[in-house]
């Protein structure tokens, strides 16, 4: 086995937003201690999409001749054979990324050719009915009534996979039916959180791709339709940031006639709650529709909610809780951490700061990220816990899936040994169970939440520490990670969610962030040679649904924004910690070990199994 020492330099540190920022980095070590309800169908308005192997063909509007969609295809002998091939190749010491990325692209068009043949125009896939789903009538129904809305959300959040992928006629084919098609006048009820990373940011994304010349996918046709979309629906949003006291925002608005009057108690009750991620996942979306506008009022009601957010911050322990009372501003659920109701609050403070160029953003990430890490570190385990906001002291034993985002931000902010640790400790549950459970009980070594619905966060993680450190481990990872996925969630019409990750139960629903995050992840791990890879492409920042914004002087110039609303820190007080940036480790500091087939040693690798179970 040849074991090579590889040690990263500061400047290739991925950041996130493809691009080096200065950064400072703090070096983390751990030592060994001793049923669904399935929609009406409805009839397609437009023909469906070319597969994803038609050849290209540039001109927008023109029609496409002989174009045969891809039937579903069982899974053959021959398709076995070829995955067994792939899997042996993994351990191969000449690690081949090419094939690897070839197969996600394959595996994209087999998931997005069957919703475009068996659900367009609904929202989602069943991929075991080959059927699909839509908004549900019964308002009690929040699961799926969160997400959709009768747009076609799975077309308009995966435009710009379409284009990352290269198919220029695919990717316009989408955007003329998202166009023609998509009206946002729907009586639906939306949550704000969910349109705004899934619907607004998708057409935002599809939009800057559209019209940057880099990625090669301009077309003279396009007239800013995308944009304008994006603006009406920012606009539909804007009543769930009216109406309460304490200025936290509404979760969930009707498109049509604003804040709903809600017919069912539970549902009224629980439209009284907001989470941290909901109030704090806002700003990249609804400030980049803002600025390609002119028009500051969205980026306005954004900031206003964040720094609503921030009064509730406890003044002991510098934590924030999950989910509050939009009313009262009394948290309801007082765990503080990483995960789910919480994880995207810490990435857009990190984001809007540079894609904004706003100081006083990363400043108080750094606060606030700096607190919750050290809060919520248990000392003999390298895991982040739930804690309480007020003690700090353990309140719940798991961790979730959602909370494999961090390694991904902790290369980010410059913390690649730490990232590299806490990605390790993902793994040995990905490998236990070819998946993550939504919740794993680190006390029991079972899962709390058994679920596995194809989520992007470890897949993402594992893209950026390849970018981060180039070690050829973690495109080797993320094969195993596409060819588990293939196995165990493959059905005969896409890709299904694991109801019980022990028993590879399917669950009939496809989510669109499969086809937007996963995949595109994924596909981008084994492509080094992507227009995002490169010198010359433009800046950007990814979205915490993968979609693509620009840091560019439009943006950050689109008007002057440095004195249009009130600094956080004037309005925290106490509740703001200074942080010594000068004490902060430089990059320089990094003394770390990363083997190039397995970056732990073997005690490390073995407490970490045995933590696992």
């Known amino acids: 086995m040849v074991s090579t020492r590889l040690f990263v330099p500061c400047t290739y540190l991925f950041i996130l937003i493809v691009f080096c920022l200065t950064c400072n980095c703090e070096v983390s070590s751990f030592s060994t201690p001793s049923t669904l309800t399935k929609a009406t169908p409805r009839t397609p308005l437009l023909s469906p999409l070319p597969s994803l192997d038609t050849q290209r063909k540039k001109g927008r509007g023109k029609k496409e001749t002989s174009v045969v969609i891809s039937k579903p295809a069982k899974q053959s002998n021959q398709t076995t054979s070829a995955s067994n091939k792939l899997r042996e190749s993994i351990s191969q010491l000449q690690f081949n990324a090419t094939q690897f990325r ?3 692209r394959k595996l994209f068009s087999f998931g997005f050719d069957n919703y475009m043949s068996q659900a367009y125009p609904h929202d989602e896939l069943q991929p075991l009915n080959c059927g699909g789903r839509s908004a549900d009538p019964n308002e009690e129904n929040i699961n799926i009534n969160d997400v959709l809305a009768n747009v076609s959300v799975t077309l308009i959040d995966t435009l710009d996979t379409l284009a990352i992928m290269g198919n220029y006629s695919a990717f316009w084919d989408g955007v003329d039916r998202v166009v023609a098609n998509t009206s946002f006048h729907q009586d639906t009820h ?39 979309l994006a603006r009406d629906l920012a606009t539909r949003l804007l009543p769930a940031f009216e109406g309460t006291a304490t200025g936290l925002p509404h979760p969930r608005v009707n498109l049509i006639s604003g804040v709903p009057v809600w017919q069912s108690d539970k549902v009224r009750k629980k439209s009284q709650e907001t989470n941290l991620a909901a109030v704090g996942t806002l700003l990249l979306e609804l400030g980049t ?10 980026e306005g009601v954004a900031r206003r909610a964040l720094r609503s957010l921030w009064k509730h911050r406890s003044n002991v322990t510098h934590l924030f809780g999950n989910t509050i009372d939009i009313h009262t501003g009394k948290w309801k659920n007082q765990n503080a951490g990483f995960g789910a ?36 570190f248990i000392g003999t385990l390298p895991l982040y816990g739930q804690v309480n906001m007020h003690t700090a002291r353990l309140s719940a034993p798991w961790i979730d899936s959602l909370q494999a985002f961090l390694p991904g931000l902790k290369v980010s902010d410059g913390d690649v040994p730490g990232a ?5 400790v993902y793994l040995a549950i990905w490998r236990k169970y070819k998946a993550l459970p939504e919740r794993f009980n680190f006390f029991s070594k079972n899962p709390d939440i058994a679920t596995y619905p194809l989520r992007p966060e470890f897949a993402e993680s594992t893209y950026l520490l390849y970018r981060a450190t180039k070690s050829r481990y973690y495109q080797r990872i993320g094969a195993e990670i596409l060819l588990d996925i293939e196995k165990y969630t493959k059905t005969k019409c896409g890709f299904a969610t694991l109801r019980y990750v022990n028993t590879n139960k399917h669950e009939d629903r496809m989510e669109s962030f499969f086809l937007s995050e996963t995949l595109k992840y994924l596909y981008l791990l084994f492509d080094d040679d992507h227009i995002l890879h490169t010198k010359e492409r433009d800046r950007f920042v990814f979205t915490t649904e993968a979609h693509i914004l620009p840091a560019s002087v439009q943006v950050r110039y689109a008007y002057d924004a440095s004195h249009m609303w009130p600094t956080l820190s004037s309005l925290s007080g106490s509740h703001f910690v200074s942080i010594n940036t000068t004490k902060l480790p430089t990059c320089e ?18 407490f970490i199994n045995a933590m696992i179970g």
Request: net charge negative; with cysteine; proline share 5%.
């Open 190 to 228: 939306v949550q704000v959180f969910e349109a705004t990373i899934r619907l607004l940011g998708g057409l935002l994304s599809a939009h800057i791709l559209a019209t940057t010349p880099s990625f090669n996918m301009t077309n003279p046709e396009y007239d800013n339709e995308l944009l304008m």
């Open 102 to 104: 070839e197969h996600t």
């Open 420 to 424: 590299i640790v806490d990605h390790e």
């Open 341 to 376: 109701g919480a994880d995207s609050f810490f990435e857009y403070l990190f984001k809007a700061s540079v894609l904004f160029g706003d100081d006083e953003l990363m400043h108080l990430f750094k606060d606030v990220f700096s607190a919750t890490k050290a809060r919520c």
């Open 589 to 606: 500091s990094i003394s770390w070990r990363l083997i190039m087939l397995d970056p732990l040693t073997p005690q490390q690798r073995e």
């Open 289 to 298: 529709v803002g600025r390609l506008t002119g028009d500051p009022t969205y």
